[in-house]
């Protein structure tokens, strides 16, 4: 499920929404993106995101799929903020479920990387001397690159990995 909003979320309600009546759910994990106060040293007073509706849902759909492609999924959800946030607000609730922990863990981690450097969004920091556009930082970019030389999990090597 994808969601691209305004409006704050909870984020109790959210995952309990999404594993509602799922039996088959032995692992959820989950991440939430808040604005930080500094960046590079500099404080921020705020950020504002952008983005072009219609674009942005099918491009983070596009995200979705790969990672079911390559974990074996029960669900998963990936909101996202935009407009106008202040130093502590929500920015991105990133959360899959699967049978087992490490597909669930693995593609959280696939999907915050990569949201990070193909979901279209514009981040404009506000700082004490102006407002300037962020761009793709290299850190972001390398964590994305490491998904392309992994190969895709195969759901037989996760039913074999010890259970606890």
């Known amino acids: 499920m994808i969601r691209v909003q305004r409006e704050d979320f909870d984020i109790g309600a959210e995952l309990d929404a999404l594993t509602a009546g799922n039996r088959r759910i032995g692992g959820i994990a989950t ?3 808040t604005v930080r106060d ?3 040293g500099t404080d921020v ?3 504002t995101l952008e983005h072009y509706p219609g674009m942005t849902e099918k491009q983070l759909a596009a995200i979705e799929q ?3 492609t390559r974990w074996p999924l029960e669900s ?3 909101i996202h903020r ?5 130093p502590g ?15 669930a863990l693995e593609s ?3 999907l915050i990387d990569w949201l990070k450097t193909k979901a279209p969004f514009w981040k404009l920091e506000e700082t004490g001397s102006g407002a300037q556009w962020v761009d793709a930082r290299e850190a972001d970019e390398a964590a994305t690159a490491r998904w392309s030389a992994q190969p895709k999990s195969d759901p037989a090597d996760l039913n074999a990995r010890p259970r606890r």
């Open 45 to 47: 007073a705020a950020m």
């Open 82 to 86: 935009y407009g106008r946030l202040e």
């Open 38 to 40: 500094l960046a590079d």
């Open 66 to 68: 790969e990672a079911r």
């Open 89 to 103: 607000d929500r920015i991105v609730l990133v959360a899959t479920t699967s049978a087992h922990r490490a597909a």
């Open 108 to 110: 959280c981690a696939f």
């Open 76 to 78: 998963c959800l990936i």
């Open 31 to 33: 991440f939430t993106g």
